[in-house]
């Protein structure tokens, strides 16, 4: 038995909406600590589909099998949630160059203004190419989305992008 302190991991986002490729981070990740955290914010920068609230309540309703993944929803900076909660790292999953110059600069960041170490995770191949502003973009112009995000999300797509005969979000 060790007596050293649990390692939690932070995985924040806007989760607006979680994707199946947030769920392969989060399952993988969930692996690497004994806890995460799945922090979902909002971002100033965007407008959001769905209000914090929401997402959380669908998260929560995908990770309910995964007993040390918890939902919390927060405010300002993520380095302040990481301090306020313990964390050993924040969590982040790459799937491009992109990503990866952007996020280098916010882990140095995180690491010089907070003392926080990034873990990153390579997303699974077959959802390097979604995002959740290209599935937000799909829904509004009545694409079929389900292929992409957790079955759980396509009810509120459904009820904020329209769901009749011209716009259906799921294949019939």
Known sequence: ???????????????DPITNGHLDI????????????VAVGDNP???SLLNANE??????????DMDNVRVEIFTG???DLARRLGATAILRGLRNTTDLHFEFQVALTNRVVASIETVFVITATEWA???SSL???IARMGGDVSAMVPPQ??????????GGEDHALVET
């Open 1 to 15: 038995m060790t007596d050293r302190p649990p390692r939690l991991g932070l995985f924040p986002g806007t989760f």
């Open 129 to 131: 190419f979604t995002s």
């Open 135 to 137: 599935i937000r973009q």
């Open 55 to 64: 997402r959380a309540a669908i998260i929560r309703e995908v990770v309910a």
């Open 26 to 37: 989060i399952r993988r990740g969930r692996g690497l600590f004994d806890q995460l955290v």
């Open 77 to 79: 900076l993520t380095v």
């Open 153 to 162: 999300v396509v009810p509120y797509l459904q009820s904020r992008c329209g």
């Open 45 to 47: 920068e965007k407008h």
